[in-house]
């Protein structure tokens, strides 16, 4: 067991809700301030995006944060360089597509995650049925976190809650990710069944833009991944105190759920 599910299965059996905050690499100059403020707000983990020109599962909100890094000339090395000198206290987890991965090879591409320090890896554009080369790749150097959306069929529904590790993604809308007024009914039922495929613990994204979102994923998930909301205040120009005070309230709210 990796460093990820070590974290996310002690907070649940702690009864902790787990809060994990998605910040894009190299969106500002001083990105990795943004890291050190989640961490200062109880995040148990986080996300790390690694920008890509042609990203399929992001809504409008994240692509751009991704192309205000690109266009600072941001890289997949230069973000683990900066990564690598941190040594934050919860683990994270790198999110990108399948080219990135693919590109220099799996082992090498998790090769260079593990070095720099990151426990975990999400591939949104990799189907289960296609993962097993990057899994091998990852096996015991980070942890490869799979999704499921309400429209995922049930027999590959509990093929992605056997494969997964470190936490099983729930996707709670059939959309690209993007803050929502309101969680429907899918993502709960959707949670509900793959908590009954496995152990691991299920954590809810796609939508949660406050407090009253992550207080109501908190009643039925294990743990909620907050992205468009932080991302959409970053590129307002919020510091990183400011996205600190937005999930403290956050982590209020699952505390309080």
Same mark, same amino acid.
């Given at each position: 067991?990796?460093?990820?599910? /070590?974290?996310t299965r002690a907070a649940r059996?702690?009864?902790?809700?787990?809060?994990?905050?998605?910040?894009?690499?190299?969106?500002? =100059?001083?990105?990795?301030?943004?890291?050190?403020?989640?961490?200062?707000?109880?995040?148990?983990?986080?996300?790390?995006? !690694?920008?890509?020109? =042609?990203?399929?599962?992001?809504g409008p909100v994240v692509q751009? @944060?991704?192309?205000?890094?690109?266009?600072?000339?941001?890289?997949?090395?230069?973000?683990? $360089?900066?990564?690598?000198?941190?040594?934050?206290?919860?683990?994270?987890?790198?999110?990108?597509?399948?080219? +990135?991965? +693919?590109? =220099?090879?799996? $082992? %090498?591409?998790?090769?260079?995650?593990?070095?720099?320090?990151v426990g975990g890896l999400i591939?949104?554009?990799?189907?289960?049925?296609?993962?097993?080369?990057?899994?091998?790749?990852?096996?015991?150097? !980070? $942890? +490869?976190?799979?999704?499921?959306?309400?429209?995922?069929?049930?027999?590959?529904?509990?093929?992605?809650?056997?494969?997964?590790? &470190?936490?099983?993604?729930?996707?709670?809308?059939?959309?690209? /990710?993007?803050?929502?007024?309101?969680?429907?009914?899918?993502?709960?039922? !959707?949670? /509900?069944?793959?908590?009954?495929? /496995?152990?691991?613990?299920?954590?809810?994204?796609?939508?949660? @833009?406050?407090?009253?979102?992550?207080?109501?994923?908190? %009643?039925?998930?294990? &743990?909620?991944?907050? &992205?468009?909301?932080?991302?959409? %205040?970053?590129?307002?120009?919020?510091?990183?105190?400011?996205?600190?005070?937005?999930?403290?309230?956050?982590?209020?709210?699952?505390?309080?759920?």
């Amino acid at each position: 067991m990796n460093a990820l599910e /070590t974290r996310t299965r002690a907070a649940r059996a702690a009864g902790r809700t787990l809060l994990v905050p998605y910040v894009t690499g190299g969106v500002t =100059d001083n990105w990795t301030d943004l890291l050190r403020a989640a961490v200062d707000a109880g995040a148990d983990a986080i996300e790390i995006g !690694l920008p890509f020109s =042609d990203p399929t599962l992001d809504g409008p909100v994240v692509q751009e @944060s991704s192309y205000r890094a690109l266009r600072r000339g941001t890289t997949a090395r230069r973000i683990l $360089d900066e990564v690598a000198r941190l040594a934050l206290p919860v683990p994270l987890v790198a999110f990108t597509y399948a080219n +990135l991965v +693919l590109h =220099d090879g799996a $082992d %090498r591409f998790c090769a260079a995650l593990a070095d720099a320090g990151v426990g975990g890896l999400i591939v949104p554009d990799l189907p289960v049925d296609e993962v097993e080369p990057v899994a091998a790749a990852a096996d015991t150097l !980070l $942890d +490869l976190v799979l999704l499921a959306s309400p429209v995922t069929a049930p027999h590959r529904r509990d093929e992605i809650a056997k494969r997964s590790r &470190g936490f099983v993604y729930a996707v709670s809308v059939m959309a690209t /990710t993007g803050e929502q007024s309101t969680l429907g009914e899918a993502g709960e039922r !959707l949670v /509900t069944s793959l908590r009954q495929a /496995t152990d691991l613990p299920v954590v809810l994204g796609f939508g949660i @833009s406050g407090p009253r979102q992550a207080a109501e994923a908190a %009643r039925y998930a294990d &743990g909620v991944v907050v &992205g468009s909301a932080l991302m959409r %205040r970053v590129l307002d120009g919020a510091s990183a105190a400011e996205l600190g005070v937005f999930l403290t309230q956050l982590r209020t709210a699952l505390d309080g759920a």
